[in-house]
């Protein structure tokens, strides 16, 4: 018997298309032995489809098309109810397209990679690849992140974070916080990605533009000194809290003062991009073998840190001026889920798959284990029958 493995991609994200790239390399690796595998799209609106014509990256250039040769699906977030439903069932068409055993979410972005997509995923009981609902928020959102990993004693960049509202209505004490840190500063929304909405700023005037610019993409921003001389380091871990292992270090190479969505994806000379495989690379990083297992362990602690489970890539700023290093930030969902970091670790995408279901089987598995009741029927007891509104209690349940 097959498993039947539900790839998730796409959503409602500035990152969709690079999402559809890394759901068709995963597919493209999975064991076909192994595992039955339904495609599921998420568009641009919210809506999921299913079909055959998902799977060839050719088809995306013309959505409507596409969509027309699909199905339109959903799932119902009701526990222990793991079909795929159609939408537009015809006379006589069964319901549901399949009963899934496991999804693995190839998004990225807000809505995607968030903790939102998790969310329904836990609320329908069916084990997913990947970190959960609150490692994926907090992951996400750059502020929190932050805060958490100082909170640990794991060192990240000096920064400032402020919302929207107290930009328009603080603006002067805002400013005087941002520039505490001191310019060149750098701008970016909290919990955007791939480079979208982030600016430098060398002045007062820069800045203004790049608040407002990072404020168009979201309403919660983070400005952070910005390295001057820097060294990007990425690592990924694999594993869960009580087992993980980091990968061999990448050093991206960029083009301009920040590694661009151009530099990440639109480097590979190809004829369609290759996710984050196009990106130019140095692996394994050519680091003193001091810096290397600094990295490693900072990456492990980081993914413990936010109770991470599967495959993430934490991304790393060496200040050459100081040799410090700093966490920069974590991809819960890192592109092409950094396979080709696992590739030169000694483990091919194939296996890194049969970790992250087996990962996911098992995180399931626990949560089976943890009580979901407690106690008696508080509504059976006495303590109730005196709480009803107006009762004897004044309406009040002790809590
Ligand atoms: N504090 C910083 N100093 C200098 N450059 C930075 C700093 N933070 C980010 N960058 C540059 O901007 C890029 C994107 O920032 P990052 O925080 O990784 O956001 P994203 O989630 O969009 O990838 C980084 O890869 C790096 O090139
Ligand atoms: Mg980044």
Redesign the pocket.
Known sequence: MKINVGVVFGGRSVENEISVITANQAIQAMDREKYAITPIYITKTGKWYSGDALLNVENYRDTKKLLSMCEEVYMRPVYGDTNLYRANRKLFQKESVIKLDVILPALHGTNCEDGTFQGIMEFSGIPYTGCNTLASANGMD?VTMKMILKECGIPV?DYRWFSDKEWDDKKENTISKIEELGYPV?V?PAN???????R?AHNREELLDAVDYAISFTSRIIV?????K?K?VNCSVLGNYYECQASVCEV?V?SG????YQD?YMNGGGKQSQGMRSTVREIPANLPETSTKFIQQAACDTFRALDCDGVARI?F?IDEATDKI?V??I?TIPGSLSFYLWEYSGMNFSQLIDRLIEIAFRRKQDAGFKAVNYGENIFATKVANGAKMGGKMGGKLGK
Request: avoid cysteine; charged fraction near 30%.
């Open positions: 750059k960049i750098i970016k955007s990605g791939s480079s979208v909405g982030i430098a952070e000194k910005y390295v001057q820097l990007e991206p960029r003062e920040i590694l661009s990440k991304d700023i700093f920069n930030e991809n």
